[in-house]
């Protein structure tokens, strides 16, 4: 297929070239231009893919879009409130597209872009991906880490009865099993927002000194016993809407592959076998920017309107806007939706129905 990757951060050229290892053509585009620079061409990739994949640079979105049979968002969820604009008004009606991770019901945000647009019934689904086909890290211009890829990623779309298909479409790109979910599963799937914000809260001053700290050889027990109880609340949520929910040792297993224990256990084991995967060492860190007002403060909005106490929630992201001086509530593409009335938006879609 001709894919289009928007996006080209690590996450972006990761799944770029994990789909140019699958025999897919792929363009990729950087909404600021800054992330394709020393890219024209092709790709080297390291890690659990190697090798050079060529790619094609877009210079703008339309360009990006033109001819593709299927798009990839690829971008860290506080790009979405400026991004999501521009792509409803470009995206061609027939052209599906996938999200990742699709955070905060962002499927949903740019379907009633879409319709507000007035692209109706003609337009293709949006597919939702829990979390991102690989973990990556951007090592130069032209070089991508792919740490791992992963072995299985929810999807879901709007309108839902199109997750089966969009699934499909998924796991023909990346090669991973994607079973078919409802889009807000996706959108409180992840286990990055849960293990990010505790990472940041405990390590708070190794971030503000720019320290190198080892992330998984730093999820100790006591950290993970806060991250459990995060997963608890969180969990418990998902059962109002009738949804299950991985649990974080089920999602450090697909990401990582090692076998499943006691969190504190898999994360040490993962220390070992991937040597010191550094943690952030800035305060304008995604693990707290994105994580927190597009994942537990989602929560939070959620249980909000079903009437939910979630405590430790609550707690945590009190205590990250202490630390780091910032409201982390703020959330755009929650702006006119009402949690109450979310899942019959969520069946049809807008104006689909």
Known sequence: MRLSVLGAGAV?????VLAASRGHE???????????????????????LTGHFPLRVAGDLAEALAGAEVALLAVPAYAFPDLLPRIAAALPAG?????????????LALDRML???????????????????????RRAPGRVLVAAVRAA????????????????????????????????????GNANPIIHAV????????????????????????ACRMMEALANERAALAACFGLPVLSLEESLHRANGVPLGPLAEMAARIAETRGAVLGPAEMETRYVTEDVPYGLSFYLW????RGIAMPVTEAVVTALEALWGRDLRRNPLLDGLDP??????????????
């Open 153 to 188: 990623v929810d999807v879901a779309a709007v309108p839902e009865g199109d997750a089966a298909a969009m699934g499909a479409l998924a796991s023909a790109l990346f090669g991973h099993a994607s079973p078919a979910i409802g889009v807000l599963g996706a959108g409180i």
């Open 12 to 16: 972006g050229p990761a799944a770029a």
């Open 115 to 137: 319709a507000a647009r007035g692209v109706l019934a003609r337009r293709a689904p949006i597919g939702a991906m829990a979390t991102t086909p690989a973990t990556a890290r």
């Open 199 to 222: 990472l940041a809260l405990t390590n708070v001053t190794r971030i503000e000194r720019a320290e190198r700290w080892p992330q998984y050889g730093l999820m100790t027990p006591a």
């Open 26 to 48: 792929v363009t990729i585009w950087s909404p600021s231009g800054r992330g394709t620079a020393g890219i024209e061409g092709g790709m080297e990739a390291e890690g659990a």
């Open 95 to 107: 052209l599906p597209l996938l999200i990742s991770p699709a955070a905060s019901l962002a499927p």
């Open 302 to 305: 959620l249980a909000r309107g």
């Open 340 to 353: 109450a009335g979310i899942e019959a938006a969520l069946a049809a879609g807008y104006g689909r129905g």
